[in-house]
C-alpha cells in the first residue's frame, strides 16, 4: 500500500514518447491516436466536421426556448416537447424570409435544419432552412393557462392593485 503520492517525475515519463519517434500531430488521424502519437485539435475537428457534413436536412419538431435576433441573423434554442434535451440553432439572413417573422419563445414549431460544426472553436449547432408553428409550447401553454385562472381568481382586477412605494420598505 502505498502512503504518499506517487513521483510526478515517474508518471510523467511514461507518457513522454522518446525523442524523434513522434509523428507530427496532424499526420496521425483520431481514430487512430495513442498517447505517443495524439493527434491535433485541427485534425480532430475536420474529422468530426466531416462526417457531420455528410447528414441531409433533418425535420425536428420542438419549443423555441431561446431567440435572440442579432445583425440580421437569429440564434436561439429547440427544446424537445417531450424531455430536457435542447439542441442550438441559428437562421442565418438569408433563410428568414422561410421563418415567420412573428416566432417568440415559448412556440411550438417544425424546423428544417442541417448540421453545422464550426471547426475553428469546436462548436456544433444546427441552421434552420425553414420553421412553421404548430401552436404553442407546453410551457407557454402553462404559462396562459395559469394567467386565465388567476384572472378568473379576480386577481388581475384593477381595484385589488395598490400602488408601488417610491423606495422599497
Known amino acids: 500500500m502505498r502512503l504518499h503520492p506517487p513521483d510526478t517525475t515517474e508518471t510523467m515519463a511514461?507518457?513522454?514518447?522518446?525523442?524523434?519517434?513522434?509523428?507530427?500531430?496532424?499526420?496521425?488521424?483520431?481514430?487512430?491516436?495513442?498517447?505517443?502519437?495524439?493527434?491535433?485539435?485541427?485534425?480532430?475537428?475536420?474529422?468530426?466536421n466531416g462526417a457531420i457534413s455528410k447528414w441531409g436536412m433533418v425535420w425536428v419538431e420542438?419549443?423555441?426556448?431561446?431567440?435572440?435576433?442579432?445583425?440580421?441573423?437569429?440564434?436561439?434554442?429547440?427544446?424537445?416537447?417531450?424531455?430536457?434535451?435542447?439542441?442550438?440553432?441559428?437562421?442565418?439572413?438569408?433563410?428568414?424570409?422561410?421563418?415567420?417573422?412573428?416566432?417568440?419563445v415559448g412556440d411550438h414549431v417544425i424546423a428544417g435544419v442541417k448540421a453545422d460544426y464550426f471547426t475553428k472553436a469546436g462548436s456544433f449547432s444546427f441552421v434552420v432552412s425553414a420553421m412553421k408553428h404548430v401552436g404553442l409550447g407546453d410551457q407557454l401553454a402553462r404559462l396562459e393557462k395559469l394567467r386565465a385562472d388567476l384572472r378568473a381568481e379576480g386577481l388581475f382586477e384593477q381595484a385589488r392593485k395598490k400602488p408601488l412605494p417610491f423606495l422599497p420598505t
Open 62 to 104: 420542438g419549443e423555441v426556448v431561446g431567440w435572440n435576433v442579432r445583425g440580421g441573423n437569429i440564434f436561439g434554442r429547440l427544446k424537445d416537447t417531450a424531455s430536457d434535451a435542447h439542441i442550438s440553432i441559428n437562421v442565418w439572413s438569408s433563410s428568414r424570409s422561410r421563418v415567420p417573422a412573428d416566432i417568440a
Open 14 to 48: 511514461a507518457f513522454e514518447p522518446p525523442a524523434g519517434d513522434t509523428p507530427p500531430a496532424d499526420s496521425v488521424a483520431p481514430g487512430e491516436s495513442t498517447p505517443d502519437a495524439p493527434t491535433s485539435v485541427t485534425r480532430l475537428n475536420a474529422t468530426i
